[in-house]
């Protein structure tokens, strides 16, 4: 039985701090069924908003705590957007990713290689307490 590796995004975070993060303003906290709190959002058009920090040219998402390349958590990931979500890490599903080889390469980091399956995008980040 292979070895998981341990998983390459709670040393990274380097996505969360190179790309604006935007999405449908129903998935905030100020819609009915909403999670991602509003407060940590603003408004980018009629029915559109931005994590606060992502809207910038050097992003940053203020729901990322610790130093990108380092050791890194979502202080919001249960909480997080479609967006977020949706994003994978390069070969996490077995496909390369070359937005998240770009925001790497942002920070210095190295492309990831293609490897044995980590722990699951579920387990991703870990939220702050």
Known sequence: ???????PCMTCGACC????VSFYWGETDAAPGGLVPAH???????HHVAML???QAKPHCIALQGE????VSCNIY????????????SWEDGKHNPTCDRARANYGLLPLDERVPS????DKFVASA
Do not use: Y
């Open 1 to 7: 039985m292979a070895l998981l590796e341990p998983n």
């Open 17 to 20: 701090a190179s790309f604006r």
């Open 40 to 46: 940590l959002t603003e408004a980018i058009a009629p």
């Open 53 to 55: 920090g992502t809207n």
């Open 68 to 71: 990108v390349g380092q050791c």
């Open 78 to 89: 249960s909480l997080r957007s479609s967006t977020c979500h949706e994003f994978t890490a």
């Open 119 to 122: 722990i699951g995008a579920a």
